[in-house]
C-alpha cells in the first residue's frame, strides 16, 4: 500500500480513477474486497446456492435416492391441478390475513400503552415480553398441551369451549393457529410500535392540548398517522411469517382436521418429507417465496414506503 | 407531565397480562406434580404434592444429551458468525470498491428468504456433503441465515462511527487490519453483543434445519427433543411441560440479567 504518498483529504483524487465523492475519504487504509470474500462464500454456499437450487429441483423428479431426473414442467402442471395444492394456498393466505387483522390492532394499542414511562407499564412490559423468548416449538407444544381435549383447560371450561376438542374442527383449528402465532410474536410488533410511539414529537400533543383534543383524539389524529410507516414494517413482516408459519401447523395440528389447516408451507414439508415427491416440494417452496416477495414489494410500492414519506412533515 | 392514570387501558393491560401469564402458569404449576396428580388436580388447580420426577426423568431420558448438543450448536453459530461477519461489515461500511457493495445487495435478498424455502435443496447439498444427521450440517445452514441480520445490524452500528476517527487514524499510517482491530472492533461492542444474542437465539431455538438435516438421539437438538417427546408421549403432559421449560432455561435466565442486550437482539428476529 502507498500509504505515504497517497492524500488522506476528499478533495484530492487520485489521478485516472474515477470515484464518487464520500464523505468518508478516500481509498487510503480502506478494507479491499478480501475483507468480505469469507462471508460471502459461506453464505453463498449456504444461501443463495439453495436458492438456485430450488429453482433447478422444481423442474426435476427426485424421491431423495439417486439423483434427480429433468421433468421439465410436470411438478408444475400437477401442483395447479392439485386441490389440495389450490386449497392450502388459500389456506395461507387465510391465516395471513386473520394474523395481520388481530396482530396489528393489538400490538398498536400494546405498543402505545407500553410506550408511556410509568413504572407499571415497564414491569408488565416486562412480562408481555416473554413469549417472544421461547422457540417456536416451546410455545406450540405448551399450546397443544394447555388445550389438550382431554387434560387441558377446555375439558374444565366446557362453558367456554363446548365439548372441548378445539382441533376437530376447522374453525377451531384455525382459531388456534392464529391465536398461538399471536400469543408469541405480540410482544416482537409491540416493541415495534412502543419505539415509533416514542419517537412521535412530544409537540405534536403539546399543540393538540392547547387546542382542547382529549385523550381520544389525540390517539386518532396524532398517534396513528404519525405510526404509519411501523404499520408497514410490521405488517410486512406478519405477511413474511404469516405465508411461510410451518412449526406452528406441523405441532398442533398437523394440517388437519383432514386437509383443513394445510397450508402452502405444510404442504410442501409433507410432499418432500412424507411422500418423497421432492420436485413438487421445490416448486411449492419457489411458489412461496414468489408471493411472499410480491406482496411484500406491492405493499411498500401501494404505501408509498419506498418514498419515505415523511411523517416529520408540517413539524 | 403527569396525566391522570387511564383505566380502560390498565383494564385491558390486566387482561393481556392473564392471557400471557395462564399458560406460563399452567405449564409450571404441571411440571411439579405427578401426572395422576396432574390429571386429578386438572390444568388451573392447584397443586397438592410437589415433586421434581418429571425434570429427573426428563434428564435421564435424553434431554441432558439434547442440551449439551444445543449448546454446542449455539456456540459453534455464534463462532462462525463472529469470525465471518465483522469483517464484512466493515467492509461494506468502509470498503470502496463496488463488489462490496454487490455483496452487501446479496445479504439483503437473504434477508427475504425465508428458510422454509431452502429445506429441500439443503437437505440434497447436506447429504451430498455427508453431513445428514451430523451436528455440522445443522449449524452450517444455521449460522448462513443468521448472517443477514447480523450484517445489517452491525454494518449499521459501524457506520455510526464519526469519519474523522478513521481519518485520523489512516492519517497515521494504520493498514486496515489495525484500524479494524484498534477502532472499530472497540467502537462496534454494542453491535457485536446484539449479533451474539441474535445468533444464539436462532440456534437455540431452531427447528426447521434440525428437523429435515438430523434423525438420531445423539444427535438431536433441544427443540426436537420436544417434538419427538409430543409425538411419543404427547399424554405425559407433566413430563412435557417440564421439557419446555428445560428447554426455555437459559435464555430467561439471560433475560433475567441481560435484557437490554436480550431485546435489541430479538428486535434483529423482526428481519428475519
Not at chain 1, 462464500?41 to 423442474?59: M, Y
Not at chain 2, 399458560?23 to 388447580?45: E, I
Amino acid at each position: 500500500m502507498t500509504t505515504a504518498t497517497a492524500p488522506a483529504v476528499d478533495s484530492v483524487e487520485k489521478p485516472g480513477t474515477r470515484r464518487r465523492p464520500s464523505r468518508t475519504g478516500t481509498g487510503v487504509g480502506r478494507p479491499g474486497f478480501a475483507w468480505a470474500a469469507p462471508a460471502a462464500l459461506f453464505f453463498g454456499l449456504f444461501a443463495i446456492v439453495p436458492l438456485a437450487l430450488v429453482l433447478v429441483l422444481s423442474f426435476t423428479r427426485w424421491n431423495g435416492l439417486g439423483s434427480p431426473e429433468f421433468a421439465g414442467l410436470e411438478n408444475w402442471s400437477k401442483l395447479l391441478d392439485d386441490p389440495v395444492m389450490v386449497k392450502s394456498l388459500w389456506l395461507s393466505l387465510l391465516l395471513t390475513v386473520l394474523g395481520v387483522l388481530v396482530q396489528t390492532p393489538l400490538s398498536i394499542l400494546l405498543g402505545v400503552w407500553a410506550a408511556g414511562h410509568q413504572r407499571n407499564r415497564a414491569v408488565l412490559s416486562a412480562i408481555y415480553f416473554v413469549p417472544l423468548l421461547l422457540s417456536i416449538t416451546a410455545v406450540s407444544v405448551l399450546w397443544r398441551a394447555v388445550l389438550d381435549p382431554n387434560f387441558g383447560v377446555p375439558s374444565q371450561a366446557t362453558w367456554l369451549f363446548g365439548d372441548g376438542n378445539l382441533f376437530g374442527v376447522q374453525a377451531g383449528a384455525l382459531g388456534v393457529l392464529v391465536f398461538v402465532s399471536t400469543w408469541q410474536f405480540t410482544p416482537l410488533h409491540t416493541l415495534l410500535y412502543q419505539g415509533a410511539a416514542r419517537a412521535i414529537p412530544q409537540v405534536l400533543y403539546q399543540a393538540a392540548q392547547i387546542d382542547g383534543a382529549g385523550r381520544y383524539r389525540q390517539f386518532f389524529h396524532i398517534t396513528l398517522p404519525q405510526l404509519r410507516n411501523t404499520v408497514i414494517t410490521s405488517t410486512i413482516l406478519m405477511v413474511v411469517g404469516g405465508l411461510t408459519t410451518f412449526d406452528t401447523v406441523l405441532i398442533l395440528t398437523q394440517g388437519g382436521p383432514g386437509t383443513d389447516t394445510t397450508n402452502s408451507a405444510y404442504y410442501m414439508y409433507q410432499k418432500a418429507f412424507k411422500s418423497f415427491d421432492f420436485g413438487a416440494a421445490s416448486a411449492i417452496a419457489l411458489l412461496l417465496v414468489l408471493v411472499a416477495t410480491l406482496v411484500s414489494l406491492v405493499m411498500v410500492r401501494l404505501s408509498g414506503y419506498d418514498k419515505m414519506r415523511s411523517t416529520m412533515e408540517g413539524v | 407531565m403527569r396525566k391522570r392514570p387511564h383505566y380502560l387501558a390498565g383494564f385491558g393491560s390486566v387482561v393481556w397480562l392473564f392471557v400471557v401469564g395462564l399458560p406460563l402458569y399452567v405449564m409450571l404449576v404441571a411440571t411439579f406434580q405427578s401426572r395422576a396428580d396432574y390429571a386429578a388436580n386438572g390444568p388451573l388447580g392447584l397443586p397438592g404434592n410437589l415433586t421434581l420426577d418429571n425434570y429427573v426423568n426428563d434428564l435421564d431420558n435424553g434431554f441432558a444429551q439434547y442440551f449439551l448438543n444445543t449448546v454446542v450448536v449455539t456456540v459453534a453459530v455464534v463462532a462462525i458468525v463472529l469470525v465471518l461477519v465483522p469483517p464484512l461489515a466493515y467492509a461494506i461500511v468502509r470498503g470502496d470498491g463496488k463488489a462490496t457493495g454487490r455483496v452487501f445487495r446479496l445479504f439483503l435478498l437473504g434477508l427475504a428468504i425465508p428458510s422454509q424455502a431452502v429445506i429441500v435443496p439443503m437437505f440434497y447439498l447436506i447429504n451430498e456433503a455427508g453431513l445428514y444427521d451430523n451436528l455440522l450440517g445443522v449449524i452450517l445452514p444455521t449460522a448462513a441465515f443468521a448472517m443477514p441480520v447480523c450484517t445489517l445490524i452491525l454494518s449499521g452500528v459501524m457506520r455510526d462511527i464519526t469519519p474523522e476517527l478513521y481519518e485520523a487514524m489512516t492519517v497515521d499510517g494504520a493498514s486496515p487490519r489495525r484500524i479494524f482491530r484498534d477502532l472499530v472492533l472497540p467502537l462496534s461492542k454494542s453491535g457485536l453483543s446484539t449479533i451474539v444474542v441474535f445468533s444464539s437465539l436462532q440456534a437455540w431455538n431452531g427447528f426447521l434445519f434440525p428437523l429435515v438435516l438430523t434423525q438420531s438421539s445423539e444427535n438431536k437438538v433441544i427443540t426436537m427433543g420436544l417434538y419427538d417427546f409430543q409425538t411419543e408421549h404427547g399424554v405425559d403432559i407433566p413430563g412435557l411441560l417440564a421439557a419446555v421449560v428445560l428447554s426455555m432455561l437459559p435464555i430467561l435466565l439471560v433475560y433475567l440479567f441481560a435484557r437490554r442486550a436480550l431485546v435489541q437482539g430479538l428486535m434483529g428476529v423482526g428481519g428475519k
